[in-house]
């Protein structure tokens, strides 16, 4: 019940298309929903979160869509470029405690 | 401002030598987390300190593997003996309780030999 379930494993998408990582969740303590970005070499850094009082969370290129019967979110990457090109992790953390349950990582690669 | 700071930024070692990675987290910031991530297992949380006390070590792979967090300002995970399955990239992160961020230093890279 404390997973994240993280898909596809790795992505492949042309430079100016759309990217599309999904997660899903069963645990309903979770309160909020971050995207982490990892470059080669570097430490994941939080790209866009959610809560799960809203549907949608838009940050430029970047799109969370959160449905919250389903348990289920994605993240939306519009116009994506060569320097998208990383690894994406959904999380979901706990209220109660601050841990973050991590999904297993998409690997995006962007060609130009 | 420093982020987190993590050092050494590469260790290589021969199995059954002891190893000691270390942290500094963000000043001010009350929580600190060590992952470690691997090809198979990606992202694992080991321990994670509020407050410089440890609040949940379950992920710790077995008694080798020890953390301290002496004060606000230092962590260390130490791995006694090291052993190859040990190889892996070890990362700090640290947060402000009350605040969402999760802040990862650069990681270490381990190599047992």
């Known amino acids: 019940q404390q997973q994240v379930k993280q898909s596809p494993q790795s992505l492949i998408v042309q430079k100016g298309g759309i990217s599309i990582i999904n997660c899903a969740y069963e645990?309903?303590?979770?309160?909020?929903f971050p995207w982490y970005q990892q470059f080669p070499g570097k430490g994941p850094a939080l790209l866009i979160a959610?809560?799960?009082d809203v549907s949608e969370k838009k940050e430029g290129r970047f799109t969370i869509s959160f449905n919250k019967s389903a348990k289920q979110f994605s993240l939306h990457i519009m116009d994506s470029q060569p320097g998208d090109s990383a690894t994406y992790f959904c999380?979901?953390?706990?209220?109660?405690?601050?841990?973050?349950?991590w999904g297993a990582g998409t690997k995006l690669i962007i060609k130009p | 401002d420093a982020g987190v700071i993590q050092s050494p930024r590469h260790e290589v070692t021969e199995m059954g030598q002891e190893v000691t990675l270390r942290c500094k987290p963000i000043?001010?910031?009350?929580?600190l987390f060590w992952y470690r991530q691997t090809m198979m297992r990606g992202l694992e949380l080991l321990i994670y300190?509020?407050?410089?006390?440890?609040?949940?070590d379950s992920g710790m792979p077995e008694d080798r593997f020890s953390a301290k967090m002496p004060n606000a300002s230092f962590s260390t995970l130490k791995i006694q003996p090291s052993e190859p399955r040990d190889s892996a990239v070890y990362f700090c992160?640290?947060?402000?309780?009350?605040?969402?961020?999760?802040?990862f230093g650069p990681g270490t890279r381990l190599t047992v030999l």
């Open positions: 959610i809560r799960p």
């Open positions: 992160a640290s947060s402000l309780g009350d605040r969402d961020t999760q802040y």
């Open positions: 999380a979901a953390r706990f209220h109660s405690n601050y841990q973050l349950i």
């Open positions: 000043s001010g910031h009350d929580y």
């Open positions: 645990n309903t303590a979770f309160d909020y």
């Open positions: 300190f509020n407050n410089n006390v440890p609040i949940d």
